[in-house]
């Protein structure tokens, strides 16, 4: 207890109690019967341009990437800033692609993405595929959340679980308690409310992190020339078989495949869908595409934190310490409780949002279709708060009882797994060519060669060269994808469509208004 730094946890204890305090106030916003699974999962579908706006740049940009991104940057250099392109690349996708689906899901009572597979293709086994290979990629993720808590904990002097197993983790249960409670009490509007906190914190952090540090530093001459000297050395060393301020050649197929493949798979996600879904109108979701960039140059700024930690002398064993680290050494206390607030609370909006879309998409497509038929509206919320509780749980055990490489692993993987159901709802939303058993097959076949693909002899990896035929590396999940989709197109070309669809062309468009 001696370490702790009493003037950071104080500031870092404040901003905590105030978004608890918006968290449980949040059911009262914007009020209805959150005894219905729409109204409580997907805040009734009332949140306008604004409210979404501030909902998915907290549910996308994450504790984990505010801490991942400069520590990838850290460790090789240029290559981590590949999840700045992918996020440009999402835009118009969600610009094009999510209006249709809102209005389709809109139309019809559809609360997941599953829901929208099942009524399109009439195959509730597709359907379970597309749920349960979303809630397996989900919980790595919210375990991850909960790694970047713990270590700007740390950073206020706490003991690690390796130091202090039960003490270590006594913050960070007793903040997850915290998010249960008011999440199952609030749904949805607790995340959408605390976002505005989280982001306006994130912002300010961020703009004093681009003009301080340099400043202190010498300028941003100073420091890429610092951190092309640190990438060279280890280069040398041979530490790293590639590192630079720029592209190495063998990084540059990998990083664009990388980039294309991730936004592919972002928004078909349960969280991603859930905070889209949850919008006011087909409207609402593309001005919030026109207007998600700016969390991109913000996602930029902060990936040079990295490059900033190798001029300051940052030296730490493990990556993931480099953002706090940083901080510790160029902020005063004060402010470090704000920025470590801002981190952690950037952990509970993505989390919550997680856990909800996790639980609505087990209780519409796993237990309702296959275990209780004919549950009730108040039966169906009730089972989906139930969940969210036990998926927080389950990432707090994985936490608590696997090694952060374990979650890593299966999040690595999440992303190969999650582009396979690209198919089944992005075609879905144009097209009816390919029947639900063809898509089914489709994603069995690029669901075991991504994971395939992306086993190393002694970790998970994300690129191959495609067991040894291409002359470069690529993304795992580009490439199974492109699988999935030509054993869907020949399955589709025997496998007639003969089930009945629930949709009609008129249902993806927006509705005429009235003159």
């Known amino acids: 207890m001696d370490k702790i730094n009493w003037v950071a946890t104080s500031v870092f204890v404040f901003f905590f109690v105030l978004v608890t305090i918006i968290g449980f106030m949040a059911s009262r916003w914007k009020s209805a019967d959150l005894d219905h699974i729409h109204e409580w999962g997907l805040g009734g579908r009332r949140f306008g341009a604004w409210i979404t706006w501030f909902l998915l740049g907290g549910d996308l940009y994450t504790a984990y990437t505010v801490i991942a991104v400069p520590a990838l940057v850290y460790a090789i250099g240029a290559y981590g800033f590949f999840a700045v392109p992918y996020t440009i690349i999402v835009y118009p996708f969600i610009f094009l692609t999510m209006p249709r689906l809102w209005n389709v899901t809109h139309k019809h009572g559809y609360i997941t993405g599953s829901d929208f597979v099942e009524g399109r293709y009439g195959n509730k086994y597709l359907a379970l595929a597309v749920a349960s290979t979303g809630i397996l990629a989900t919980m790595p993720y919210i375990a991850l959340q909960l790694v970047g808590m713990e270590k700007v904990i740390q950073a206020l002097g706490f003991p690690s679980s390796d130091e202090a197993p039960w003490l270590g983790h006594l913050p960070l249960t007793i903040a997850f308690v915290i998010l249960a409670l008011y999440t199952y009490k609030s749904g949805l509007r607790a995340p959408a409310m605390i976002a505005f906190v989280k982001d306006i914190m994130i912002y300010v952090f961020v703009i004093a992190a681009i003009i301080v540090i340099p400043y202190k530093l010498g300028g941003y001459g100073v420091i890429f020339d610092a951190a092309s000297k640190v990438y060279d050395a280890k280069v040398a060393a041979k530490a790293v078989p590639a590192a630079g301020i720029l592209l190495q050649p063998g990084q540059i197929s990998p990083y664009i495949t990388l980039a294309i493949g991730s936004g592919m798979a972002l928004f078909m996600y349960p969280h991603s869908l859930t905070g889209t879904l949850s919008a006011s109108s087909a409207d609402a979701i593309r001005r919030n595409a026109i207007g998600l960039p700016a969390y991109s140059l913000v996602l930029g700024l902060i990936a040079l934190l990295g490059l900033m930690a190798h001029a300051a002398g940052i030296q730490v064993k493990n990556p993931q310490d480099v953002v706090p680290q940083l901080f510790l050494k160029m902020f005063p206390d004060w402010f470090n409780g704000f920025v470590f607030a801002a981190i952690a609370i950037g952990a509970l909006v993505p989390a919550a949002v997680m856990s909800i879309g996790a639980a609505n998409t087990f209780t519409r497509n796993i237990w309702k279709p296959f275990i209780n038929q004919h549950m009730s509206a108040q039966q169906e919320s009730n089972m989906a708060k139930l969940l969210s509780l036990i998926v927080k749980v389950g990432a707090l055990l994985v936490i608590f009882f696997m090694p952060t490489k374990f979650a890593l692993d299966l999040q690595l993987l999440g992303g190969v797994w999650m582009i396979q159901i690209f198919p089944a709802i992005i075609f879905g939303l144009y097209t009816r060519f ?61 496998l007639p469509n003969t089930a009945q669809d629930e949709t009609r062309a008129a249902d993806f468009e927006d509705a005429v208004k009235a003159a």
């Open 434 to 494: 390919y029947s639900g058993w063809a898509l089914l097959g489709g994603w069995a076949a690029g669901f075991l060669v991504g994971t395939a693909l992306s086993w190393g002899p002694t970790a998970w990896l994300p690129v191959s060269n495609f067991f040894g035929l291409l002359p470069f590396n690529a993304y795992n999940g580009l490439m199974s994808v492109t699988i999935n989709i030509l054993v869907a197109t020949v399955l589709a070309l025997v």
